[in-house]
Structures are given as structure tokens and as C-alpha cells.
């Protein structure tokens, strides 16, 4: 009798089913120029991707630039590799106000790379920092303020065939340099009180007028206001002046200032980089008015 022996073999086979996506991209660091004043309307920078500044013109450094950086980072499967080819980026342009801002010249440190995933037999490594230089080209002053946008950089990975694009946050801060300060008081003299209503008014450039019954004392000293504007040659200045301050003596009693006004005009450009504005108002002085000393303050600003 022939038996028959039936052997079942049974075999266990394990594939690799981990993740197989391809390279990701995360911002490592953000693009900051820096912040600048500006000397001239048509200015430009140019940082490499250490944040080195390799030129700069119409600019004045007041702090340390940092490139952008981009972090990518492989997800391949086990035993296969991820080429990372990093794309050139386009310029682009920041909204700016009464200027025009360009990024362009975007350098990337490295433009491939091959990388593996964790343990990969390959030896590759799993991420990639690649950083980035540009250059900021200017036209015209811009007004004071922090002024952003992005730099959108495209790359491709081998595996899964991926095309990506990742934006880095820009931003480049330009700052005022103008400053004012007094530099003559603006002074009125010494009058007898009138015995009807009057006025003095000093011109800007030094000269007095008076109106109604106003005696002014021999020995009395008059003298026009003047103001140091200190900025940056070429720009338009706005200048504010009062419409209308008080002055009060030691009994609480006051009198009006009104009528200011500047040699430079309210709005002017700086010839030089320091000049002096002449200011010059009127006086009005009521009949019997209560004597003694008044004073006060009055305030003037400057911007571009």
C-alpha cells in the first residue's frame, strides 16, 4: 500500500511599504536685508548666501543682513535616492511707498543634491540646507517703514517625480535720518501795554511791524525764530507749523501767537544736509492787557 505525504511549505515574504514621498521644504530662515537710511534715490545692495555685502550704494548699513535659507528634507525609500535640483528664482517686487523695490540676482548655495533616507545602505544624508544671496535695487526715496514680500523658489525631487515651489518671507527697513532743533527763540521785546488793541509781527527775517497803539521800549530785543533741520540732501521736507499758540505771564493771563510762518516754506527740499529754517509770527496784544513777563512754547515737526 502506497500512502501518500502531501508537505505544505509555506513562505513569508516582507516588501518594504513604508512612506515613499519625496522631498519636503520648510523655511529655515527668513530673508531680512537689514535696515538702511537712504543717500541717494536711486540706491542697491547685494548680500551672498553667507549674508556677506559684496556692494552697496546709496545706502547707509545700520544693521547686520541675513539671507534665507531653505531646509529640504528626504523621505525616500529605503534603498533608492532623492535628487534634489533646486530652480532659479524669479525677481520679484516689494510694495513700497513713494519708491520702487526689486529683488533679483537670486544665488542659491547649491543647486543639487542627493539625499537618502534614514538608514540608507547609500550612506546619503536626509536633509539639505541650501541658503540663498540676492541683490535690492532701489529707485526713488522710500518713506520710513518695514517693507516685505516673498521669494517663491521652485525645485524638483527624482523621487515621485515632484515639482515644488517654496516662498521665503522678505523684508527690508528704511529709515528717516532728519532731526530738528532750536536754535534762536523767537522773541517779541518789551512793549508798554496799549491802550487799544494791537499787534507785532516779526517777520522770518527779522524785521517788525506793528499795528494800533503799541509802544515798544528802545532797549527792547527782537528777534526771529530759527530752527536746525538737520536730514538727508535731495529729500522733500514737510514742515508743520502752528496755526495758533498761547503764552501766559505769572498771573495765569494770556496773550495769542498766531501767523507762523518759515523762509523754507511748508514743503521744500534739503539743499544740504543741515540748514536753518527762519521762523516768524504775530503778536496780538489786547488793550490793557495785564502786565508782566510771558512765555511759552511752540512746536514745529519735520518729516519727509
Same mark, same amino acid.
Given at each position: 500500500?502506497?500512502?501518500?505525504?502531501?508537505? *505544505?511549505?509555506?513562505?513569508?515574504?516582507?516588501?518594504?511599504? /513604508?512612506? @515613499?514621498?519625496?522631498?519636503?521644504?520648510?523655511?529655515?530662515? @527668513?530673508?531680512?536685508?537689514?535696515? *538702511?537710511?537712504?543717500? /541717494?534715490?536711486?540706491? /542697491?545692495?547685494?548680500?551672498?548666501?553667507?549674508?556677506?555685502?559684496?556692494?552697496?550704494?546709496?545706502?547707509?548699513?545700520?544693521?547686520?543682513?541675513?539671507?534665507?535659507?531653505?531646509?529640504?528634507?528626504?523621505?525616500?525609500?529605503?534603498?533608492?535616492?532623492?535628487?534634489?535640483?533646486?530652480?532659479?528664482?524669479?525677481?520679484? =517686487?516689494?510694495?513700497?511707498?513713494?519708491?520702487?523695490?526689486?529683488? =533679483?540676482?537670486?544665488?542659491?548655495?547649491?543647486?543639487?543634491?542627493?539625499?537618502?533616507?534614514?538608514?540608507?545602505?547609500?550612506?546619503?544624508?536626509?536633509?539639505?540646507?541650501?541658503? *540663498?544671496?540676492?541683490?535690492? @535695487?532701489?529707485?526713488?526715496?522710500?518713506?520710513?517703514?518695514?517693507?516685505?514680500?516673498?521669494?517663491?523658489?521652485?525645485?524638483? /525631487?527624482?523621487?515621485?517625480?515632484?515639482?515644488?515651489?517654496?516662498?521665503? $518671507?522678505?523684508?527690508?527697513?528704511?529709515?528717516?535720518?532728519?532731526?530738528?532743533?532750536?536754535?534762536?527763540?523767537?522773541?517779541?521785546?518789551?512793549?508798554?501795554? $496799549?491802550?487799544?488793541?494791537?499787534?507785532?509781527?516779526?517777520?522770518?527775517?527779522?524785521?517788525?511791524?506793528?499795528?494800533?497803539?503799541?509802544?515798544?521800549?528802545?532797549?527792547?530785543?527782537?528777534?526771529?525764530?530759527?530752527?536746525?533741520?538737520?536730514?538727508?540732501?535731495?529729500? @522733500?521736507?514737510?514742515?508743520?507749523?502752528?496755526?495758533?499758540?498761547?503764552?501766559?505771564?505769572?498771573?495765569?493771563?494770556?496773550?495769542?501767537?498766531?501767523?507762523?510762518?518759515?523762509?523754507?516754506?511748508?514743503? *521744500?527740499?534739503?539743499?544740504?544736509?543741515?540748514?536753518?529754517?527762519?521762523?516768524?509770527?504775530?503778536?496780538?496784544?489786547?488793550?490793557?492787557?495785564?502786565?508782566?513777563?510771558?512765555?511759552?512754547?511752540?512746536?514745529?515737526?519735520?518729516?519727509?
Amino acid at each position: 500500500m502506497f500512502r501518500r505525504f502531501i508537505v *505544505f511549505i509555506s513562505l513569508a515574504i516582507f516588501f518594504d511599504v /513604508s512612506a @515613499t514621498r519625496a522631498a519636503t521644504a520648510s523655511v529655515a530662515q @527668513t530673508f531680512n536685508f537689514g535696515s *538702511f537710511v537712504q543717500t /541717494s534715490p536711486n540706491a /542697491s545692495l547685494t548680500i551672498d548666501y553667507n549674508a556677506n555685502v559684496t556692494s552697496i550704494s546709496g545706502l547707509s548699513t545700520s544693521s547686520i543682513p541675513l539671507a534665507g535659507s531653505i531646509l529640504y528634507v528626504s523621505e525616500a525609500t529605503f534603498a533608492n535616492a532623492d535628487v534634489l535640483n533646486v530652480l532659479q528664482a524669479s525677481d520679484t =517686487s516689494l510694495t513700497a511707498t513713494d519708491c520702487s523695490i526689486l529683488i =533679483s540676482n537670486i544665488t542659491p548655495s547649491s543647486t543639487t543634491a542627493t539625499m537618502g533616507r534614514e538608514g540608507n545602505w547609500l550612506g546619503y544624508p536626509t536633509s539639505h540646507q541650501v541658503y *540663498f544671496g540676492a541683490s535690492v @535695487t532701489i529707485s526713488g526715496f522710500c518713506k520710513e517703514g518695514t517693507y516685505t514680500g516673498t521669494i517663491s523658489v521652485p525645485y524638483t /525631487s527624482t523621487h515621485e517625480h515632484l515639482n515644488d515651489t517654496t516662498n521665503i $518671507p522678505v523684508s527690508i527697513t528704511i529709515n528717516d535720518k532728519i532731526s530738528i532743533i532750536q536754535k534762536q527763540d523767537l522773541n517779541f521785546g518789551t512793549m508798554m501795554a $496799549p491802550s487799544s488793541d494791537s499787534t507785532i509781527t516779526l517777520a522770518y527775517n527779522g524785521t517788525k511791524s506793528t499795528t494800533g497803539g503799541l509802544y515798544l521800549l528802545n532797549n527792547s530785543s527782537f528777534t526771529n525764530g530759527i530752527f536746525t533741520i538737520e536730514g538727508q540732501s535731495g529729500r @522733500t521736507v514737510n514742515m508743520s507749523l502752528p496755526k495758533e499758540i498761547l503764552i501766559y505771564n505769572n498771573n495765569g493771563n494770556s496773550l495769542i501767537v498766531n501767523n507762523f510762518s518759515s523762509d523754507t516754506g511748508v514743503s *521744500f527740499v534739503l539743499n544740504s544736509n543741515t540748514i536753518d529754517a527762519n521762523i516768524g509770527a504775530t503778536l496780538h496784544i489786547p488793550a490793557h492787557a495785564d502786565v508782566g513777563d510771558y512765555t511759552g512754547t511752540y512746536t514745529i515737526t519735520v518729516s519727509y
